[in-house]
């Protein structure tokens, strides 16, 4: 099954974040039988301090993959991902909110703090992680998420997934939310009741 994932999203994220713009519409959000873990990790923060999965355990926590210099999706995205953290929080929901950067080069800790403060990413529950190389960040997209991070060629793009990834505090990967989806209502009932 696992192996089938990665193949339909692989073909599927080979064609470039434009297609993935284009898609919209919500998706299946269980996932939860496609047996998908994050493996062990540890990498810097938004404050240039170390942060990994054993600060995560016993957190249900909202994945993404993103880049500052994005050119297409994440201007849509990071919002997104913004008001689904407002609203945990209104709602009393405690979770964690985790943004990985797939231009760990150019997204440093501190380019990735302005970001996440230009956005209104409240820290005590967001972290904005860097301090790999790319191929560091496309494997633990490719084992946790079963989705691909590759340069586009001749572009400034890279291609990454548009999807939130909801983990319990077991590390598994529970469902995924289409992250360019501007009605997120369907989303927060779902995830407050993955949550709760």
């Not at 995560?56 to 689904?84: H, K």
């Not at 979770?95 to 409240?122: C, R, W």
């Not at 590759?150 to 983990?167: C, G, P």
Request: charged share 20%; proline share 5%; glycine share 6%.
């Amino acid at each position: 099954m696992k192996k089938w994932i990665v193949a339909v999203m692989s073909m599927i994220l080979l064609s470039g974040c434009g297609w993935l713009y284009e898609m919209g519409g919500s998706s299946e959000y269980d996932i939860s039988e496609a047996n998908l873990e994050v493996p062990p990790f540890e990498f810097t923060n938004q404050e240039n301090e170390p942060f990994g999965k054993e600060d995560l355990e016993g957190d249900y926590w909202l994945a993404n993959m993103i880049f500052t210099q994005c050119p297409s999706v994440c201007p849509t995205m990071t919002p997104n991902m913004q008001r689904l953290q407002d609203a945990m929080l209104e709602e009393g929901v405690e979770m964690k909110f985790i943004s990985f950067t797939v231009d760990p080069e150019q997204d440093t800790p501190e380019v990735l703090h302005q970001y996440g403060t230009n956005v209104g990413a409240n820290f005590n529950y967001w972290n904005f992680l860097t301090g790999y190389h790319q191929d560091e960040i496309a494997e633990l997209a490719k084992e946790a998420f079963a989705t691909i991070v590759a340069d586009v060629e001749n572009s400034d793009d890279i291609t990454h997934s548009t999807r939130f990834y909801l983990v319990d505090p077991d590390g598994v990967v529970i469902r995924q939310y289409d992250g360019m989806q501007s009605d997120q209502s369907d989303i927060i009932d779902d995830m407050k009741s993955a949550v709760n």
